[in-house]
């Protein structure tokens, strides 16, 4: 079902955006990305969310030659403006389609870095739905289990982050086919 309104969306394009106002949109979630605030209490979570978010900022500061950083504060951290040059430009590689994919994905995770990583095989959809979710498994550890509510929350999120990240990656390939002449 997602998979079809992905292609749905995308065929139709009912919002009328072009490929510009499709990478603003996924690149503004840079000032709310998930992984990007932190909190300062209690430890073991701020321990957490050091051992497990960290990584993927590095691996992002690295892999696009960027400074992207963390926060405790309410107003986020301080995203220099070739940061954003940089991850335009690099979505600016990605057809129109892709680019809804990739807008689909970012704005289930609530996290560009999160999504960077599943579109570079960096991050499996698994690991990138726990990554976005960590505060709320923490919580879940601490409080306890809704089962009806906690098990469709998570199974609807990895459904529609495997249908965006598939969606990506099938609008993204290209193959050719080379024909050989048999020589008699």
């Known amino acids: 079902m997602h998979l079809t309104t992905l292609c749905n969306t995308s065929l139709d394009n009912p919002t009328q955006r072009n490929k510009d106002q499709l990478i603003r949109a996924a690149v503004k979630f840079l000032d709310t990305d998930t992984i990007c605030y932190r909190v300062e209490e209690p430890e073991t979570l701020v321990e957490l969310q050091k051992n497990e ?3 993927i900022l590095e691996w992002a500061e690295k892999r696009y030659g ?3 950083g963390s926060s405790t504060s309410i107003m986020g951290p301080s995203i220099p403006a070739r940061t954003r040059e940089v991850l335009v430009s690099h979505l600016a590689s990605y057809n129109m389609w892709a680019l809804q ?3 689909f994905v970012v704005t ?3 996290s560009v870095m999160l999504t960077l990583g599943l579109m570079d095989l960096r991050l499996t959809v698994e690991q990138a739905v726990l990554l976005s979710r960590l505060e709320e498994e923490y919580q879940i550890q601490k409080w306890g289990h809704v089962e009806w509510a906690h098990d469709y929350e998570l199974r609807e999120l990895r459904a529609r982050t495997a249908a ?3 969606f990506v990656h099938l609008c993204s390939e290209s193959t050719t086919v080379k024909h050989k002449l048999l020589q008699e």
Do not use: A, S
């Open 53 to 55: 978010w960290d990584p």
């Open 66 to 68: 960027v400074e992207i």
């Open 101 to 103: 994919g990739i807008e």
């Open 108 to 110: 289930q995770l609530k």
């Open 164 to 166: 965006g990240t598939l």
